[in-house]
């Protein structure tokens, strides 16, 4: 309070707000109190000063007297007012206090009554136990002087009863245990015998004891007997044959050979729910059909089209004894009997086994025995034995699980199977039987995907079947172009060019559809109700390797590579397949590069979540496959119909006399031929490809005459002068000319469009013709009969050509060759040659 007062000038007043004001008044009460900011006391000096007005040595006189000694009349009516203020502000933060701490003020004191109260009831009954303990001390002390003379005699006579009460019960023990054997009271026995066995065998030396002893050891014997006999029979419930099991062991009995007993019988029982089990499968065929060809049924499985009357059955509809649906019981039937019987079975022998050998309390000798775990190691050789048994059979039947039709009844066997098997894990904790039979359904849903990749194959292979019937049906009925209009059906010429991309479009979309009804089949794996599907193998190697590389892009690889083999070779599988299967297939892999590939991987990493953690076939690398199987079936068309054409022109050559020839009046039947197949092919091609791009034709590309020295193109100057040595000088020209001239690719790669696909055919065919007519000698008129030959070539297949030029120069080289082998070359006129053309 002093240091307030010391520290405020005369004249000033406290500060009015709330925060200063609670500070200061707390601070004064720590001051008043003699605390520290934590609200510990504070040992200070007392002030010796008597002006100090918080000192205990303060004088009220000394203190008015020196302030009338040094201040001022109005400095003194300051220190007044702000001591009344302080006083006051004192007053107010006191009553304050007070008002809000009332309520414990009251309870404080309400504890100190009844404080005092309870220690007063305390204390009364703390007397009231005094004098008790001094009355108890006194009796005993009383008892104690009054029996201190008999308590030997009294101890001695209590050994001795207790020792005839002992006496007495081995005496009569032998009676107590046929009474017990006679009730069935088995555990009272063995616990008298027990307690009565120590004693027997320490003396045994005395006659009397010896036969007390052997009268027991036989009525035990029999008693251990029953218990075996009941042991044995195992029709108890599995309280008395626990019961049983700790009576053989507190009988000495090897906990060993209960086990094996135990289990032996236990096998018996199992092994007759797989001898039914086994009953159910088929015994391996010695003879008959041995793989499924086609493993769908029905019409939805073949290419959508209608079929004649009259055509053949494919392999699918062969009665075939794996797909009979009465011949057994189908697998989900076969997985719910193990389960219910087999693995039923198994899970109470286990916790049965467990109850009496492993989870029993040990006690006395049996806890040294170390008996849970010999238990323990003996039923993971049992179970693990007929699990293996059992696993065999269900992989037996599941290996019989051929059709792939319905694939949700083997998903939901499996995880039935699965599912069961977790209640081994459960009740037999380091069991490998629950990995066994994860293994088991991992090696099944492999082999579901092998056996997906056949069935497309299979379907792949009949889809071509039946596509080459479709092509091969027009030409029974007389049409020629198109490639035929519906699967074995009436075709006429024409509905005939459409029937090629209805073909195309049909097996294209037939074949997606496919690989999307198996897709939708195999994601029954991953189905999040199936309870083996959040196992690693389902989320990861499953979706990548088996369901992506193992059936989606080795089914693509497969179309790519089946495709090819048809470009092998003429004399084995290309000289038998149509060209129009070919030009059809090449369509088929162009749009599988471009389109279809990438739409199938993507749905399938979308369907399956795939996560390319592993290296797996990029969608570029299958592309380019497909591009490449395109091209080569391309340039094995174009090959094919260039040698069927030039196969005609060889012939038109070979078997002719052009020495003695007549003079041409019209044009050739063979020549009008090559025009109509060119033109057939370019209708085919069409169907399928696009146009292309054309160089630009002149304006007289029909009207072009050829020379007969077409190489100097100086018919004129040499014809007049014909002489033996003038063919030497044509064909050094010609040799020189063709040095400057572009070289012309006969079997060079075609572009996929319709120009790209006739230019090669025509080349090939100008080409064979070419080299015929070298390996001939003309007359005149023959001479004169290529020339109106390879006019009216020219009229018709320059529109074919990407460049009008490459069939100018052939033909020029065709009637210069011809020139250069005639004997007597003199050419027909050019106006006679369109004459007999147009007339043609």
Not at 65 to 80: A, F, I, P, T
Not at 387 to 396: G, I, K, M, P, Q
Not at 499 to 520: D, F, G, M, W, Y
Request: hydrophobic fraction near 35%.
């Amino acid at each position: 309070m002093d240091g307030d007062i010391n520290a405020t000038a005369p004249g000033t007043t406290p500060p009015d707000t709330d925060p200063a004001r609670k500070r200061r008044v707390h601070g004064m009460l720590k001051l008043y109190y003699g605390l520290n900011e934590e609200g510990k006391t504070v040992d200070q000096a007392e002030s010796m000063d008597p002006c100090d007005i918080n000192g205990p040595h303060f004088d009220p006189e000394v203190y008015l007297n020196k302030l009338r000694r040094e201040c001022s009349l109005g400095e003194l009516m300051d220190q007044e007012t702000c001591m009344v203020k302080q006083i006051r502000s004192l007053d107010s933060d006191m009553q304050t206090l007070v008002y809000e701490n009332y309520n414990k003020f009251i309870s404080a004191t309400d504890t100190i009554r009844k404080m005092k109260n309870d220690f007063k009831k305390m204390e009364d009954e703390m007397d009231c136990l005094s004098t008790n303990m001094a009355s108890i001390t006194d009796f005993s002390a009383r008892i104690s002087g009054t029996l201190q003379d008999q308590h030997a005699q009294i101890t001695k006579l209590s050994g001795v009863h207790t020792l005839l009460r002992k006496l007495q019960f081995l005496f009569e023990l032998p009676a107590r245990l046929n009474k017990c054997l006679e009730l069935q009271a088995y555990a009272q026995a063995v616990s008298s015998h027990r307690r009565a066995r120590c004693v027997l065998q320490q003396y045994s030396h005395m006659p009397s004891f010896r036969g007390i002893q052997d009268d027991c050891h036989a009525i035990m014997d029999k008693l251990a007997q029953e218990l075996r006999q009941k042991f044995r029979d195992g029709g108890s419930s599995a309280k008395d044959l626990s019961e049983c099991v700790e009576l053989l062991l507190q009988l000495d009995e090897p906990a060993e050979e209960l086990c094996d007993k135990f289990l032996s019988h236990a096998q018996s029982r199992l092994e007759a729910d797989l001898l039914g089990l086994e009953a159910e499968l088929r015994p391996p065929l010695s003879s008959g059909p041995t793989a499924v060809t086609d493993p769908y049924t029905g019409p939805a499985r073949r290419l959508s089209v209608e079929p004649t009357a009259g055509s053949p059955t494919g392999p699918s509809s062969l009665n075939n004894p794996f797909l009979s649906p009465s011949s057994r019981t189908d697998i989900l039937e076969f997985i719910d009997r193990g389960c219910n019987e087999f693995v039923s079975s198994l899970c109470l022998v286990i916790a049965s086994y467990q109850e009496l050998f492993v989870n029993r309390p040990q006690e006395g000798e049996l806890a040294s025995k170390n008996i849970p775990q010999m238990a323990i190691g003996k039923l993971h050789a049992f179970v693990d034995a007929l699990a293996t048994r059992y696993f065999s059979l269900v992989e037996r039947r599941i290996q019989e699980e051929k059709s792939v039709g319905d694939n949700s009844l083997l998903v939901r066997a499996l995880d039935r199977f699965h599912r069961r098997l977790q209640a081994v894990a459960k009740l037999l904790p380091g069991s490998a039987v629950p990995s066994q039979g994860t293994e088991i359904v991992v090696r099944a849903a492999r082999e579901r995907i092998k056996q997906y990749l056949a069935a497309l194959q299979s379907f792949y292979l009949n889809s071509l079947t039946d596509v080459r019937q479709a092509l091969a049906a027009p030409r029974l009925g007389g049409s020629s172009a198109g490639g035929g209009s519906h699967l074995g059906g009436p075709a006429t010429g024409k509905d005939a060019p459409a029937s090629l991309p209805e073909l195309l479009s049909t097996l294209s979309a037939s074949i997606l559809n496919q690989i999307k009804s198996v897709l939708a089949s195999v994601h029954l794996f991953t189905a999040k109700d199936i309870t083996f599907s959040n196992k690693p193998y389902f989320k990861g190697e499953f979706c990548s390797h088996g369901v992506r590389e193992s059936l989606v892009v080795n089914f693509i690889k497969f179309v790519c590579q089946s495709s090819r083999q048809f470009c092998e070779s003429a004399g084995d599988r290309g000289g038998s397949t149509p060209p129009a299967l070919l030009l059809l297939l090449s369509r088929l892999c162009l749009d599988y590069e471009t389109s279809t590939i990438t739409y199938i991987l993507t749905l399938t990493d979308e369907q399956f979540l795939v996560q390319h953690h592993s290296p797996v076939t990029a969608v570029t690398a299958l592309c380019g496959e497909a591009r490449e199987a395109a091209q080569k079936l391309l340039n094995h068309y174009v090959k094919v119909q260039g040698l069927i054409i030039s196969q005609m022109l060889r012939k038109s050559v070979e078997t002719r006399d052009w020495v003695n020839t007549i003079e041409p009046r019209n044009v050739r039947a063979v020549m009008k031929r090559v025009v109509e197949d060119t033109t057939s092919i370019d209708v085919q091609v069409g169907l399928l490809y696009e146009e292309g791009v054309r160089k630009a034709h002149s304006s007289d590309s029909s009207k072009r005459t050829f020379s007969v020295y077409s190489s100097s193109r100086q018919q004129t100057r040499y014809a007049p002068s014909y002489t033996p040595s003038a063919p030497m000088d044509t064909n050094l020209l010609s040799n020189i000319h063709k040095l400057f001239s572009e070289r012309v690719e006969i079997f060079s790669p075609v572009e996929f469009n319709k120009v790209s696909v006739l230019t090669g055919i025509i080349k090939i065919s100008l080409k064979t013709f070419l080299e015929c007519v070298r390996l001939r000698t003309f007359g005149r008129y023959g001479l004169q009969q290529i020339q109106v030959d390879c006019h009216y070539l020219q009229m018709y297949l320059w529109r074919f050509v990407s460049d009008e030029n490459l069939v100018h120069f052939l033909l020029d080289e065709i009637v210069g060759s011809t020139a250069h082998r005639c004997l007597d070359p003199a050419p027909m006129e050019q106006s006679v040659i369109e004459v007999i053309c147009e007339r043609g």
